[in-house]
């Protein structure tokens, strides 16, 4: 038999390497690598960093409304993400989120009339991304880069903004309608974000987006059925989008 103090020695070496052994087991569990598939769920708030143009008149007469203008509310939603891991650092990603509410108000020489209208926003977005750290590690910061394809649905303006039209057009209010039409655009998105793993399939991630979107809202309006005018104005709406998700890993 040995001396105790090589029994000792030898009783460390085999802990050290059983630790080592789990250790290593432990990371592997929690690998992101080329294949894995991750798909997310959870809260997207987006803030419109927001500014318009006045609203112009194109026709029959081209005229300007002086001093006015209009701004963009905030709006949350249910987001989905689904992500394809290239190798252990990057990925692709697709993201939609279920198509917001956004509520336009008057501002400037428009401010009294209040709401102007509302829309719904549809814009997936795909994302190449690049993830910092190990793919063993369980926090890895991530950047992202790509594009979306914005278009809107559901537009409708309130009773206040088109009395407000038929009144500059000089024509009665109960005989005139006026519907609107907003641009649809691709549009650059930035991203900057974490992720966090709880074992080899849950986790959670946090990350803020950045969309350089513009659109302009083109407006008819119509008397007894008949077109006597169109309006239009420019909205430049740039929103920041927080997104914060559970995530499931395969």
Same mark, same amino acid.
């Given at each position: 038999m040995? *001396?105790?103090?090589?029994?000792?020695?030898? %009783? #460390? %070496?085999? !802990?050290?390497?059983? /630790? /080592? &052994?789990?250790? !290593? @087991?432990s990371g592997s569990a929690l690998a992101q690598k080329a294949g894995d598939w991750q798909v997310g769920a959870g809260w997207f708030h987006l803030s419109p960093q927001d500014s318009s143009g006045a609203l112009t008149f194109t026709a029959p007469v081209p005229a300007v409304v002086p001093g006015s203008g209009a701004s963009v509310s905030n709006s949350d939603t249910l987001g989905l993400n689904a992500t394809y891991f290239i190798d252990s650092h990057w990925a692709v990603e697709g993201v939609l989120? &279920? =198509?917001?509410?956004? #509520?336009?108000?008057? *501002?400037? %020489?428009?401010? =009294?009339? @209040?709401?102007?209208?509302? /829309?719904?926003?549809? *814009?997936?977005t795909i994302l190449a991304k690049y993830y910092f750290n190990d793919g063993n590690a369980q926090f890895r910061p991530y950047v992202g880069l790509g594009g979306t394809y914005v278009w809107y649905s559901d537009v409708k303006l309130t009773p206040g903004l088109q009395g407000a039209l038929a009144s500059r057009i000089g024509i009665p209010a109960a005989v005139s309608t006026t519907t609107a039409d907003l641009d649809s655009s691709f549009a650059p998105v930035a991203n900057v974000g974490a992720a966090y793993q709880f074992d080899k399939h849950w986790g959670m991630s946090f990350s803020v987006s950045y969309i350089r979107l513009s659109t302009t809202a083109k407006l008819t309006t119509t008397a007894l059925g008949v077109p006597v005018a169109t309006s239009e104005a420019k909205l430049k709406l740039n929103p920041i989008v927080p997104y914060l998700a559970l995530t499931y890993t395969f």
């Amino acid at each position: 038999m040995g *001396s105790p103090s090589l029994i000792i020695e030898m %009783t #460390k %070496t085999k !802990l050290f390497a059983l /630790a /080592a &052994v789990a250790a !290593l @087991g432990s990371g592997s569990a929690l690998a992101q690598k080329a294949g894995d598939w991750q798909v997310g769920a959870g809260w997207f708030h987006l803030s419109p960093q927001d500014s318009s143009g006045a609203l112009t008149f194109t026709a029959p007469v081209p005229a300007v409304v002086p001093g006015s203008g209009a701004s963009v509310s905030n709006s949350d939603t249910l987001g989905l993400n689904a992500t394809y891991f290239i190798d252990s650092h990057w990925a692709v990603e697709g993201v939609l989120g &279920v =198509p917001p509410k956004f #509520k336009l108000y008057g *501002s400037g %020489t428009l401010g =009294p009339i @209040g709401e102007l209208g509302q /829309a719904r926003q549809w *814009s997936p977005t795909i994302l190449a991304k690049y993830y910092f750290n190990d793919g063993n590690a369980q926090f890895r910061p991530y950047v992202g880069l790509g594009g979306t394809y914005v278009w809107y649905s559901d537009v409708k303006l309130t009773p206040g903004l088109q009395g407000a039209l038929a009144s500059r057009i000089g024509i009665p209010a109960a005989v005139s309608t006026t519907t609107a039409d907003l641009d649809s655009s691709f549009a650059p998105v930035a991203n900057v974000g974490a992720a966090y793993q709880f074992d080899k399939h849950w986790g959670m991630s946090f990350s803020v987006s950045y969309i350089r979107l513009s659109t302009t809202a083109k407006l008819t309006t119509t008397a007894l059925g008949v077109p006597v005018a169109t309006s239009e104005a420019k909205l430049k709406l740039n929103p920041i989008v927080p997104y914060l998700a559970l995530t499931y890993t395969f």
